[in-house]
């Protein structure tokens, strides 16, 4: 495969460069900390990645606290802050609105069961870790430390933590599908049940019904108003204009297709297929990209506990990687874990079962900086918190969600695959797993691969989980998937199981119409029909072929949409000339490709709206946006090509006029690359000078593909500029762990002024990796900084 190989070099190019920049010495620190057992050691290697050795599994999670809060303390006490619903506190009255929304979704359960759902180490893990941040804020506090900028920028102070926050904030991970069966009524509501199928493509096929009881036209635009709240990234806008109101929340199809774009692509291959004789996982999670990252990469390393990989940096542990036995990989998998619930209300009360039943209500005080606390209700059903209600109307809704049960802490059920060293020890973690909903893929030592869906899966009874139902008792959740009851695949005859979120419950009868309604709404297929494709082809796969298959731009769907265009004309010299890059194209979005430039404009931001004006209501044609390009093109492909050829040809001529007012008249000039940039500000950078929000800006540079190629670079339509898409990749050799590549964006560190702040950033944008070292003496091979520590008396 001849992109292996440009990607293999340039990854021992950067790596190279990466040596030249910095000083070969090692830098030797030393300290004590308070908190602290037994002498310990953190070794930073040249890429800020640190690996812990400490003398017990206790030193490590609380080392690993202490270097999180070292490297990311404002990102991790901000999003400790968002989930409690403590940004008033801190920031003032125009989070409030924001915190109460929040506070609605916390875990309120019994913490005996939720520490029971992890494992027998997670305790241990979660309470050092939350020492080891308490540690470093300590440090910062007394001054010993710096204090990040970003809380001079805010007057803000970092907060202490209590272990429990870390497991009841729940409303980060990604679950599914409260947002679009909004959606789904709003659009029904609008243009019939035909409308919603330009909206969103079924998977398995299936004929969605209106449930009975429900209206869908009583269902309001804003129900989701506090679920969105809960659930968004903090801005600084309303800080900086020192506003007292809150902002309002994003509109539901914008946050809609924020999150239809957050996925990922994971493979496992086999020994017998991979050219050293060893499986190979790869991995590569797709997120908002920012800066800092989302990720962070980090090593552990004491008795009876060995794990690198990536995670959250609020986080204890790794959520992907390895433990030197077994190779553990994430993409989620589109399980339907959530639903709205619709009632009649009366005072206080919503009716139920032929009864009433009154609400609970949680009154708390809400801290407001500079005002006097805010007194909040908090309204609860037994379906969940309460986000609208109109009690003169006698209205209301609920969200039921994952995340009122124990051991649903997003990615914390990766607990049980730290110490795992076999498939029956995978498969026990992958039935304990809850949120978010996961295709696990696996790798081990022993030569065994395999993959499963892991997630606690409601179990629905004669209805769908597409539209929200009535809160009266006709719709309940009738328990959970049993233990072994999703499906899962020990070592397929392929030589290798890949996902990229797109649905693959298996057919019948290996897995029965009955228990394949785990969810309905699945990702575009086109990023893992690629990876099927190259794989496929690959009889033996080198690590370099798994690196290139992580950054490859190829787009089926845009094969798929330039397929219809095959045999349109016209007379129009413009159209003609934009005709002729898209049929000649074979849908590889480089960044030098005009072809590439032409088709995104054309099937994200401009085909969709002509069709969804011709197929159906102009109402529901405005909810329907720019539409997705799967239901578009099926819709297309069903029409005669006299009929969609207009349709199509109109599409372009918007894409050319708006392609000609960003990048000028000359159509050879208008390439991908410059159009489709990776730039990365800081959501705090709004309060910085000009000086300081340069130095926290990242790019922008040129980067290539799209959400529909494997190298995932989701784009937003009013720039171009990247939103979603990996910012950690890893590769990892199976069983010659320090043979493993992987790479962060834009860096490892949060501080802007670190060297580790943004030197990631041009090699992930090359497509170029950096080593991942397991074995202590290439870890000390690689070293930049060796921290002693030591217990402080």
């Known amino acids: ?60 999670f609380f080392l690993q606290g202490w270097n999180a809060a070292r490297d990311r303390l404002w990102q991790i006490d901000l999003w400790r802050k968002r989930g409690l619903g403590r940004l008033s506190a801190s920031f003032g009255p125009a989070y409030v609105a924001q915190d109460r929304a929040a506070r609605l979704f916390l875990y309120r359960g019994d913490m005996a069961a939720e520490w029971a759902s992890y494992d027998p180490i997670g305790r241990e893990a979660v309470e050092s870790f939350a020492a080891g941040v308490n540690a470093y804020v300590a440090e910062v506090r007394a001054g010993q430390r710096p204090l990040p900028v970003e ?6 102070q970092p907060e202490t933590w209590n272990p429990e926050d870390i497991l009841r904030i729940r409303s980060h991970a990604l679950v599914s599908n409260v947002t679009s069966e909004v959606a789904r009524a709003r659009t029904i509501c609008a243009g019939g049940l035909a409308a919603d199928t330009l909206r969103r493509k079924l998977e398995p096929a299936h004929k969605v019904t209106v449930p009975k009881g429900l209206d869908p036209c009583e269902v309001p635009e804003d129900v989701l108003a506090d679920y969105v709240r809960a659930t968004e990234p903090v801005s600084f806008a309303a800080f900086a204009k020192a506003k007292a109101e809150a902002e309002a929340p994003k509109p539901l199809a914008q946050v809609i297709d924020e999150r239809a774009a957050e996925g990922s692509n994971n493979w496992t291959i086999s020994a017998a297929r991979s050219a050293t004789g060893r499986p190979i996982l790869a991995n590569d999670p797709h997120r908002p990209v920012g800066a800092p990252s989302l990720r962070y990469i980090a090593h552990l390393d004491a008795p009876g506990l060995s794990i690198i990989g990536a995670g959250e940096p609020a986080l204890p542990g790794v959520s992907f990687g390895h433990n030197g036995t077994t190779a553990f990989g994430i993409t989620i998998n589109y399980v339907d874990q959530e639903d709205l619930y619709a009632y009649q209300t ?72 730290w110490r795992a060293k076999s498939w029956e020890d995978f498969q026990l973690a ?22 499963s869906v892991a997630a606690r899966t409601p179990v629905r009874k004669g209805w769908d989980g597409l539209m929200p139902v009535p809160g009266d008792g006709r719709y309940e959740w009738t328990g959970f998937v049993e233990d072994g009851g999703l499906p899962v695949v020990k070592n397929p005859k392929e030589g290798f199981f890949a996902t990229a979120n797109a649905m693959n419950i298996p057919a019948e009868p290996a897995y029965p119409r009955e228990k394949r309604q785990l969810g309905f709404e699945w990702a575009d297929p086109s990023r893992s029909q690629r990876i099927h494709e190259v794989l496929n082809a690959l ?63 054309w099937a994200l931001k401009h085909l969709g709206r002509q069709v969804a004006v011709r197929a159906t209501t102009p109402a529901a044609a405005k909810l329907i946006g720019d539409g997705a390009p799967d239901p578009i093109f099926a819709w297309l492909e069903a029409q005669p090509p006299a009929a969609r050829a207009p349709l199509m040809l109109a599409a372009l001529a918007d894409t050319i006029a708006e392609l000609k007012g ?119 091979g690689d070293a930049e900084v060796v921290m002693k520590l030591t217990p402080a008396k």
């Not at 992958?430 to 993959?451: C, E, K, M, Q, S």
């Open 1 to 60: 495969m001849k992109l292996a190989g440009v990607v293999l070099g340039l990854a021992l190019a950067a790596a190279g460069t990466a040596r030249a920049e910095v000083s070969t010495a090692v830098r030797q620190e030393t300290g004590a900390v308070r908190g602290l057992s037994a002498p310990a050691e953190i070794v930073v290697d040249r890429w800020g990645i640190p690996h812990i050795y400490a003398a017990s599994t206790k030193d490590a």
């Open 539 to 601: 009889p033996k796969s080198t690590l370099a072929d798994s690196m290139a298959l992580q950054v490859d731009s190829v787009s089926p769907q845009a094969r798929r949409g330039v397929a219809l265009l095959k045999d349109v004309t016209s007379p129009d010299p413009a159209l003609a000339r934009a005709l002729g890059y898209l049929q000649a194209w074979d849908g590889n979005e480089t960044t030098d490709s005009v072809a590439a430039a032409l088709y995104e404009t």
């Open 346 to 417: 009366r005072a206080g009360a919503y009716r139920y079962k032929g009864g009433h039943e009154p609400m609970r209500v949680i009154r708390e005080t809400i801290e407001v900086k500079g005002e006097a606390p805010r007194e909040v209700e908090l309204k609860f059903t037994r379906h969940g918190p309460v986000v609208w209600e109109d009690a003169a109307k006698g209205r209301a809704f609920a969200v039921r969600t994952i995340w009122n049960e124990p051991g649903l802490a997003g990615y914390f059920g990766s607990s049980r695959m």
């Open 662 to 780: 960003r990048l000028g008249a000359d159509m050879a000039t208008w390439t991908w690359g410059r159009l489709h940039h990776a730039k990365f500000v800081p959501a705090v950078a709004t309060l910085a000078d000009p000086q300081l929000a340069a130095q926290m800006t990242v790019g922008p540079l040129q980067v290539p593909g799209s959400a529909s190629t494997p190298r995932a670079a989701t784009w937003r339509p009013n720039d171009f500029a990247q939103s979603s898409g990996a910012s950690v990749r890893i590769v990892l050799d199976v069983g010659a762990w320090d043979n493993s590549m992987a790479i962060n964006t834009p860096g490892q560190s949060a501080d802007p002024m670190s060297p580790h702040y943004r030197d990631l950033f041009p090699l992930w944008a090359a497509g170029s990796y950096v080593p991942l070292r397991f074995s202590r003496a290439a870890v000390e």
């Open 151 to 156: 809380f001079r920028l805010t007057d803000s």
């Open 430 to 451: 992958r039935n304990r797993w809850g949120a978010p909903p996961l295709n696990l893929v696996y790798a081990d030592t022993h030569g065994d691969i395999g993959w």
